[in-house]
């Protein structure tokens, strides 16, 4: 099983197929698994890279709570990327894994080749609405460890997940699930890389941020994906593909 030792913490990841990097990030409660569709449909062409985030899949999940956060999620992805040679790559991901591509791209702009931005946020310049966002992670914190695993849910990217720790999945909402400042979607008019913003019709919640970004970042690229909910990678895959090759062979 490939991973990579950070201070103690082994973290999975997959390396598939050849030619220009791409690194996909999970969303929140999800794992590598949610990616399987598009690493099929892109491999023969490009290299891509998907991991489980500390506390989730097959990566370690430590007792610690400062274990997690956005910075060292960031630094994972780093770590990544340099562990396998790549010194840079498209980033993209889904929701979480969407948020921590922009926090990426803020921390680390020279390893971005291109963002790829699907069913996420950037986050709140409001203080109001981003503790309303942490209320409700904190929630979800505490039914992880009130239920167990069971708290999962039965979303499309969580269904083709597997997890070993509900502490691990706690833990990570409180420390990468959550936000604490207005960093992320203050950088969004700084970004100097082509930007996919994608989104599924169906994707109530994210709707409103994917125009934001779209309105925000120079010159990206919207698409909205019909019939498609949060998982829209998963829920047509064959529409969610074309789009992703498109923008690739933009780059």
Known sequence: ?????RD??????????????????HGYSSTTRMWTGQVEALQDRYRIITWDMRGHGQSDSPDEPTAYSEAATVDDMAAILQHLGIENAVIG????GGYMSLAFNLAHPSMVRALMLFDT????????????????AMKRAHTFETRGLDALGASAEVRVSQHRSAQGLAHAARGMLAQF?????????????????????????????????????????KVTIPAAGHAANLDQPAAFNAEVEKFLATL
Request: proline share 8%; glycine share 14%.
């Open 181 to 221: 400042d207005s960093r992320i979607i203050e950088s969004l008019e700084g970004i100097a890389v082509p930007t996919l913003v994608l989104v599924g019709e169906d994707d109530q919640p994210f709707l409103g941020a994917t125009d934001y970004m779209a309105k925000k970042i120079p010159g990206s690229k």
């Open 1 to 5: 099983m490939p991973t990579i030792n």
């Open 8 to 25: 103690g913490v082994n973290i999975y990841y997959e390396d598939h197929g050849t030619g220009p990097a791409i690194l996909l990030s």
């Open 93 to 96: 991901g889904l929701s979480l």
């Open 121 to 136: 946020g950037p986050g709140y310049k409001n203080p109001v609405g981003r503790e309303g966002w942490n209320v409700t």
